[in-house]
């Protein structure tokens, strides 16, 4: 069974930074890529950030310079580090892989505001 967990989500203010984790099981990791999406209100699902298995990265524009996928393949981990973080990050972050079909987690809550 397919199975992401993502954590580190949490309220900061403007110009903070936050570390999102997301734990995998379920799927031979090593091999596929990882993505960050994140959904605000009202708004679609957007794609942040993504990681190939060989650790190629890309960025949305709105993050780039300021957030930073990586992974940890000897753990099934999967991280976003978010820095200089703006009222415009508040979303919920989902992490997500492709494997035939699309698998999610629950989500992390990241709030932006002072």
């Known amino acids: 069974q397919v199975q992401f967990v993502e954590s580190g989500g949490g309220l900061v203010q403007p110009g903070g930074s936050l570390r999102l984790s997301c734990a995998t099981s379920g799927i031979i990791f090593s091999i596929y890529s990882m993505d960050w999406y994140r959904q605000a209100p009202g708004k679609q699902r957007e794609l942040v950030a993504s990681i190939s298995s060989g650790g190629s990265t890309d960025y949305a524009d709105s993050v780039k310079g300021r957030f930073t996928i990586s992974r940890d393949n000897a753990k099934d981990m999967v991280y976003l580090q978010m820095n200089s973080l703006k009222p415009e990050d508040t979303a919920i972050y989902y992490c997500?892989?492709?494997?035939?079909?699309?698998?999610w987690g629950q989500g992390t809550q990241v709030t932006v505001s002072s």
């Open positions: 997500h892989t492709k494997v035939i079909r699309n698998y």
